[in-house]
């Protein structure tokens, strides 16, 4: 796993616990869907960038 990949799952992963935890302090899921969609696009960057490195490996 690259560097970039890392960082990719960090960022999901600090997202989804910040948009988690606004949600339940602020009781406002609304306000707070950004930091979800966040989450949600870092994770797909990292899917996609996993895929390309097994196929480029093969």
Do not use: P
Not at 34 to 51: D, E, G, H, P, S
């Amino acid at each position: 796993m690259r560097l970039s990949g890392t960082i990719y799952f960090s960022i999901a992963v600090v997202a989804m616990i910040i948009g988690i935890h606004r949600t339940i302090v602020e009781n406002n899921l609304a306000g707070n869907y950004w930091i979800f969609m966040i989450a949600l696009i870092c994770l797909f960057l990292y899917r996609y960038q996993k895929k390309s490195d097994q196929s480029g490996k093969e």
